[in-house]
């Protein structure tokens, strides 16, 4: 090992690498059992890092941290995809007349990492850096839909079905009902389910493997976003979508070339 290496600090970021690549978190007895660390060694590290808020402890499970998705947060917006969907989720939002943004899957979460506002005055929206249950938000039942839909019993039993209106879906069937109509429409709807007054719309984003890696949503009041005008925001969105997935698909070519 280089002399100059502190151990502490290897050990950390090791520990960083093997929670997020775990969507469920860990226990110290398995982040024991993958590091061969001494006991009282990773109890300390752990105990710091959760300390700096670079991780979180809920019961015996650990995982990634408010503050290191926070750094992360700002990797994001370094990131060429995230550069290159302002354009088009700024013509998103005026196209659609509502808030556009951004998001990303977070440890089971929703991330929001870019959003327009509306040019209307009546308009709602999350910042970046907000986050959101999946299974009520638009961007989230994207990800769920797309990329945990053969896991969904992990994510249930890990993310449990909170009700916040009378409209959110708490039980597995409807979520699977849900997920289904959204994999065949290729959008997807919050109907009022985290906030009885917002309706939501997103598509999903993907990489050059045709991976799901963001979503593209709108936001607005129900009361200026009808269900009528639902499919053609979403033609709006998946304009936007085709738009960040062409130019990133342009620039990766430029680069290999």
Known sequence: MDKYLIPSVTHACQIFRILAASSQGMTMHDIEQQLDLPRTTLFRLLRTLCHEQMLEKKGKIYRCGNELTRLGLHMINADHM???????????????????????????KVLIVEVVDSPNPLMVSKRPGGQAQMHCSSTGKVFLAFLYRENLDLYIAEHPLERHTAYTITDKASLEAELQRITALGYAVDERELNENVRCLAVPVRDNRG????AVGITAPAVTFSQASVPEVAEFAKEAARGIYRDAYQLRRQNDG
């Open 82 to 108: 995230h550069q290159l969907a302002i354009p088009h989720i700024q013509r998103l939002a005026l196209k659609s007349g509502h808030t556009a943004h951004l998001a990303v899957p977070n440890n089971g």
């Open 211 to 214: 991976i799901v890696v963001a």
